[in-house]
């Protein structure tokens, strides 16, 4: 089975830290892009991050840079996202999203992706 599950969401206070795993099962991360996405209610679904297994290839939305970061270790197919100064507005549903795609640049559109996790909550408030 193709799996992908994230975990580490959790109630943090504001300007707390939280680091997010996406663990994928039977995909060679190597051949794939990797996007972390989140969705508040009410609002559409929007990407935070991405990554290439292959490349350096690291993007981020202009609402999280300078406070989040992503990483892999991409022999054991685990994809991190490390969140620091967490914002109330950062709070949402995070989820994990993997495509094949051997492209130097990650895929930063939510439609491009193919296997998702079923999502992990955060919530940032006092």
């Known amino acids: 089975q193709l799996t992908v599950v994230e975990s580490g969401g959790a109630t943090v206070q504001p300007g707390g830290s939280l680091r997010l795993s996406c663990e994928t099962t039977?995909?060679?991360?190597?051949?794939?892009?990797i996007g972390w996405f989140r969705q508040a209610p009410g609002k559409e679904r929007e990407v935070v991050s991405c990554?290439?297994?292959?490349?350096?290839?690291?993007i981020y939305a202009d609402s999280v840079k300078g406070r989040f970061t992503i990483s892999g270790d991409i022999a054991k197919n685990t994809v991190y996202l490390q969140m620091n100064d967490l914002k109330p507005e950062d709070s949402a549903v995070y989820y994990c999203?993997?495509?094949?795609?051997?492209?130097?640049?990650?895929?930063?559109?939510?439609?491009?992706?193919?296997?998702w996790g079923p999502g992990t909550q955060v919530d940032v408030s006092s």
């Open positions: 999203a993997v495509k094949y795609s051997l492209r130097t640049s990650c895929l930063i559109e939510r439609y491009a992706y193919d296997y």
């Open positions: 039977n995909f060679n991360l190597y051949y794939y892009s």
């Open positions: 990554m290439s297994g292959s490349t350096d290839s690291r």
